[in-house]
């Protein structure tokens, strides 16, 4: 797959009245890959999407949050939440599946239960990717180095105030050329904009000294657009990666792109460095 940079993902979008327009809108824009969540409205996607040629876009579920076999990860179970997907998404084919956020992976590893499954489906071209959506970066690196999964989501761990992926899942990523999906990368509300609470993001980060505050403290001294430095540092991470946000309206979908798009002057990140030791491409360390 090669999508373009920035991603749509569906966690908070599918409950809004605006999630059609929105999903046209981002395709407008150039956003080509949506994500999106089995169970919740999917077929809002499969009617925003409709008469758009299949080819032009690429589309992502999950198995794992279904309401009705929500962590339910059998190989009947993911045969029956991928069948609900193709339906609702009005489409035979999925670019990637993610198993999305499981307790452990040893269970799903064994004979007939979901990875045996996804690659049979693979197989047949009904997924073209395998893919993981956890935070556990051991759990990332034991599939990526194993061969199982071509795509990994990482969530919360590229983005301002913790980098720590860099220094695990990045490594394997580049060893197997395994595509990274950043996602959460305005710290599910701590680079948004509003005023960071330093003990949520604790909860967040355990055993991190907490930095978004400081940031948006910069930020609103220097006259930057928190949002713009949040999207644009992932979109430079150095690595094959994408950047997925998950607006809830219309209006989110735009801040995302302006935020992607929006010029940024050397010099701003240059003193955000000299402040932060944060810089666009930074790796481990």
């Not at 794992?64 to 991928?82: I, M, N, V």
């Not at 064994?110 to 956890?134: C, H, P, T, W, Y």
């Not at 720590?164 to 680079?191: E, Y």
């Not at 949040?230 to 994408?242: E, N, T």
Request: glycine share 8%.
């Amino acid at each position: 797959m090669r999508p373009a940079a920035l991603a749509m993902g569906a966690a908070f979008l599918h409950e809004s009245p605006e999630a059609v327009e929105a999903i046209q809108t981002a395709l407008d824009l150039g956003v080509n890959y949506f994500d999106t969540y089995p169970g919740h409205h999917e077929e809002k996607w499969g009617e925003a999407l409709s008469g758009v040629p299949r080819s032009s876009y690429y589309l992502q579920a999950k198995i794992g949050t279904h309401p009705e076999r929500r962590k339910d990860f059998s190989g009947e179970g993911a045969r029956w939440s991928l069948d609900q997907s193709l339906r609702d998404l009005k489409t035979d084919y999925l670019d990637c599946v993610l198993v999305h956020d499981p307790a452990g992976v040893d269970e799903l590893l064994k004979e007939g239960a979901v990875f045996d499954v996804l690659r049979e489906m693979k197989s047949q071209g009904v997924v073209r990717n395998i893919g993981l959506g956890a935070r556990s970066h051991d759990w990332h690196v034991r599939l990526i180095d194993e061969g199982i999964c071509d795509v990994s989501l990482t969530f919360l761990d590229y983005t301002l105030v913790n980098q720590s992926a860099a220094a695990t899942i990045f490594p394997a990523a580049r060893r197997r050329s395994t595509g990274i999906i950043l996602a959460s990368v305005q710290g599910m509300g701590l680079l948004t904009g509003q005023e960071p609470d330093p003990d949520r993001e604790r909860g967040m980060h355990p055993g991190s000294e907490p930095r978004a505050h400081r940031i948006w403290t910069w930020c609103r001294e220097h006259g930057v657009n928190i949002r713009h430095l949040a999207i644009q540092f992932c979109l430079a991470a150095p690595v094959d990666s994408i950047v997925m946000f998950g607006p809830a309206s219309l209006r989110h979908v735009q801040d995302a792109y302006e935020a992607a798009t929006e010029t940024i002057p050397a010099e701003l990140w240059e003193a955000f460095d000299q402040a932060f030791s944060i810089r666009p491409g930074m790796d481990a360390g």
